[in-house]
């Protein structure tokens, strides 16, 4: 990938930051934000505006899933993206935001990725080794290669290439079933003891990595893959049928 790709971010949420300041370090990245403005604070921002995102050679959209339609009807009302532009997401979900994607930008290269990593894992653990899934739609074969070579030779990090409806299913329980869990022991608000065993502290320790995230990447983990919806339902009939079983 040529350091004088154009790559436009748009949203500027945790993980927006996030990809601003790493890609920043290899390209030309700007980023558009409805509700962000450039404070003279952030030095990895070039804040843009939804009409100069079709000078874009790529456009990254960092929006949660819910909001990704809106995201793209507003674009496509102010800018003429040209097909020649590279359109990605970085949802946690698949299947939704490529149809989302296709539907508005049918005759340009497209491209679903998940990281499979967030700031606070990022503070915790770095970059390198992550895990980051790609399932391309329409990308050429050249391009999805160099693509796939920046993020493991340049980024460290860990390509796995899946299609949008596997990497659904397994993010059901993956993800969907660990935040929901996640999300209950925060709720909580568990505490550390001394007496904490090992299984115990993991316990904290999934807490405390989870407890940061934003309702609005819960909800699109739960509610936006049809394939957690179902697993979410059995978890939660599953431990209703062992609380009832210890009533008896």
Same mark, same amino acid.
């Given at each position: 990938?040529?350091? &004088? @790709?154009?790559?436009?971010?748009?949203?500027?949420?945790?993980?927006?930051? *996030?990809?601003?300041?790493?890609? $920043?370090?290899?390209?030309?990245? $700007?980023?558009?934000?409805?509700?962000?403005?450039?404070?003279?604070?952030?030095?990895?921002?070039?804040? =843009?505006?939804?009409? /100069?995102?079709?000078? #874009?050679? +790529?456009?990254?959209?960092?929006?949660?899933?819910?909001? !990704?339609?809106?995201?793209?009807? #507003?674009?496509?009302?102010?800018?003429? =993206?040209?097909? $020649?532009?590279?359109? @990605?997401?970085?949802?946690?979900?698949?299947?939704?935001?490529?149809?989302?994607?296709? &539907?508005? %930008?049918? /005759? /340009?290269?497209?491209?679903?990725?998940?990281?499979?990593?967030?700031?606070?894992?990022?503070?915790?653990?770095?970059?390198?080794?992550?895990?980051?899934?790609?399932?391309?739609?329409?990308?050429? &074969?050249?391009?999805?290669?160099?693509?796939?070579?920046?993020?493991? /030779?340049? @980024?460290? !990090?860990? =390509?796995?290439?899946?299609?949008?409806?596997?990497?659904?299913?397994? +993010?059901?329980? =993956?993800?969907?079933?660990?935040?929901?869990?996640?999300?209950?022991?925060?709720? +909580?608000?568990?505490?550390? %003891?001394?007496?904490?065993?090992?299984?115990?502290?993991?316990?904290?320790? *999934?807490?405390? !990595?989870?407890?940061?995230?934003?309702?609005?990447?819960?909800?699109?983990?739960?509610?936006?893959? &049809?394939?957690?919806?179902?697993?979410?339902?059995?978890?939660?009939?599953? *431990?209703? +049928?062992?609380?009832?079983?210890?009533?008896?």
């Amino acid at each position: 990938m040529s350091s &004088k @790709l154009k790559i436009s971010i748009v949203g500027y949420g945790a993980f927006g930051k *996030l990809m601003a300041r790493v890609l $920043s370090r290899n390209f030309d990245v $700007s980023v558009y934000s409805r509700s962000l403005k450039p404070d003279g604070k952030d030095k990895y921002a070039h804040f =843009v505006s939804l009409e /100069n995102l079709k000078e #874009s050679d +790529m456009i990254i959209f960092s929006v949660p899933v819910q909001f !990704l339609e809106d995201a793209i009807k #507003s674009l496509k009302k102010n800018a003429k =993206v040209p097909d $020649s532009t590279y359109i @990605l997401d970085v949802s946690s979900v698949k299947e939704y935001p490529m149809k989302i994607m296709k &539907k508005y %930008f049918p /005759n /340009n290269p497209r491209l679903g990725t998940h990281p499979i990593f967030g700031p606070q894992s990022y503070k915790k653990y770095g970059l390198k080794g992550s895990k980051i899934v790609l399932c391309n739609d329409n990308f050429a &074969k050249k391009d999805y290669l160099a693509i796939k070579r920046f993020l493991e /030779n340049k @980024l460290g !990090l860990k =390509v796995i290439e899946k299609s949008a409806r596997e990497h659904d299913k397994e +993010m059901a329980l =993956v993800q969907g079933i660990t935040h929901f869990i996640g999300r209950a022991l925060a709720e +909580m608000n568990i505490k550390d %003891f001394d007496t904490g065993t090992f299984s115990y502290k993991h316990l904290i320790e *999934l807490k405390d !990595l989870l407890k940061d995230d934003s309702w609005e990447l819960f909800e699109t983990i739960q509610n936006f893959n &049809k394939h957690t919806v179902k697993e979410r339902e059995r978890l939660v009939k599953i *431990l209703d +049928m062992l609380n009832k079983k210890l009533q008896k």
